[in-house]
């Protein structure tokens, strides 16, 4: 770490204490330097003098802000150094990188030159912390082939580079994900564990074993359909048949004729022919429907559609197959 009251002395822009010393301009400023420029200048020993006071406090993000007023205000190569002590007390590790680069290229023959390179290779193998979870919890982290400690939901500190990062948990495939991290950044890689054998990909049964026939969605043929419909019609056709016979046999005791009476023996013969091919056609639907269980829906619909015809004739009803 850089100690700020050194980094005063150098930056050109003297503190309000220093300045009623040394009125004149730093040696960069020439005799003729307008109004303006003073109060350029003046304003950045100001917004230095803030920093410093801000850093010393441990405030480092209100230091940031002064130190980098002040460098806009005049791009001393010195101010850069508590630039980047401020980005790398507040985890900016990037960006301290960069500072600390451009103070090397612009004062290449800086005292503390090997000292600042020996600073900037260190930031620059800064790992990352990558903070890696999983769908379900509690699968083991694994880098670059190497199992870490820790399972998800967790953070591991990887260093700077390409890398591939998975989780493994019992019954789950390893679902894996490549990453770029950056010295010092943070990183998040969440990941969803598909269980085994859940592809889609049929298994191959052992030599000798005839694998089970695949499950199908069981449909109703229309066989079931037809028979179930004649049953219900033929039941209303039943009962309409028996009421009007009912009537007749009610008028034949009023006033009996022969007329009534062929009509209600005709009327009640069609009633039972109804509810006889109600009954019929009851139970070759349910004959139909058990028949068709345990076939495959390509086996069924076929058969369905050849089997089960229903024909009325003068004394009934025929069934054919």
């Known amino acids: 770490m850089w100690m700020l ?8 822009v003297a503190s309000p204490a220093q300045a009623q010393q040394q009125p004149t301009a730093p040696a960069t400023t020439t005799a003729a330097a307008t109004p303006a420029t003073a109060e350029v200048l003046a304003e950045a020993r100001r ?3 803030e920093g ?3 850093f010393n406090a441990g405030r480092f993000a209100e230091a940031l802000a002064s130190f980098e007023r002040a460098f806009a205000l005049r791009a001393n190569p010195v101010v850069l150094k508590p630039i980047a002590e401020c980005h790398e007390r507040l985890g900016h590790v990037p960006e301290a990188i960069a500072a600390l680069e451009r103070y090397l290229r612009e004062l290449p023959t800086a005292a503390d030159h090997a000292q600042l390179e020996a600073r900037l290779a260190t930031l620059r193998q800064r790992p990352a912390r990558v903070s890696v979870s999983s769908t379900p919890d509690g699968a083991q982290i694994v880098v670059d082939g ?13 260093p700077p580079g390409h890398h591939r990062i998975s989780a ?3 019954g789950y495939r390893a679902t894996e994900r490549e990453v770029e991290t950056s010295p010092g950044v943070p990183l998040s890689v969440g990941v969803t564990l598909e269980r085994e054998g859940a592809s ?3 298994p191959v049964p052992p030599d000798g ?12 043929s229309s066989a079931v359909w037809v028979a179930t419909a004649v049953a219900g019609a033929a039941a209303v056709a039943g009962t309409v048949f028996g009421i009007m016979a009912l009537s007749d046999a009610n008028d034949y005791e009023t006033a009996p004729t022969q007329d009534l009476l062929d009509r209600g023996q005709r009327n009640a013969l069609l009633s039972d022919v109804s509810f006889a091919a109600s009954v019929l056609s009851a139970g070759v639907a349910v004959v139909v429907y058990f028949a068709d269980r345990g076939r495959t829906e390509s086996a069924a619909t076929p058969a369905a559609t050849s089997s089960a015809r ?9 069934v054919t197959f």
């Open 310 to 318: 229903l024909q009325f004739t003068g004394t009934g009803v025929r």
């Open 52 to 54: 410093t006071e801000h």
């Open 200 to 202: 889609g990909v049929t």
């Open 5 to 12: 009251p050194a980094v005063v002395a150098a930056i050109g």
């Open 209 to 220: 074993v005839t694998p089970p026939p695949p499950v199908t969605g069981r449909r109703v």
């Open 146 to 158: 190497e199992s870490r400690p820790q399972r998800t939901p967790a953070d591991v500190d990887v």
């Open 47 to 49: 917004a230095y003098g």
């Open 168 to 170: 493994n948990l019992s």
